[in-house]
């Protein structure tokens, strides 16, 4: 396989697990967490880290914002890893506010599946 079309295609499901981190965080969907997440993943927030295990018990709970938008994604493919960065605007249920974060996760193909192996956000009520 070309490279242009390892790359293209590398690009397409790069997107699509983007797309998935964002709606299973709003819908509090561990469970598809759990697949693409690697054993050794860390996720930062302001003031908070957690590994793997810890990010699934939180995200299991009911989410306190819904109606997340995407902006400005950026997907950079570096070898085995890769780099998602992107903005987020969604609204706080408690009170209806509209906020906006801003985050970077990062992806390594391992055994030819790309799995999130860290993520950090500046995120303000999430």
Known sequence: MSDAKQSAEDLAILEQLNLDYIHSDETSDAKRFSEFLAEDFITQTPGVTRNRD???????KPRPLKDIVLHDVKI???GDVALIHGRVTYTMIA?????????????????GNWLCVAACAIAPGA
Request: glycine share 4%.
């Open 54 to 60: 810890e990010y699934l018990e939180y995200i299991a």
């Open 76 to 78: 950079r493919i570096l």
């Open 95 to 111: 009170d209806g506010v509209e906020q906006e974060a801003l985050y970077t996760d990062v992806y390594q193909k391992r055994e």
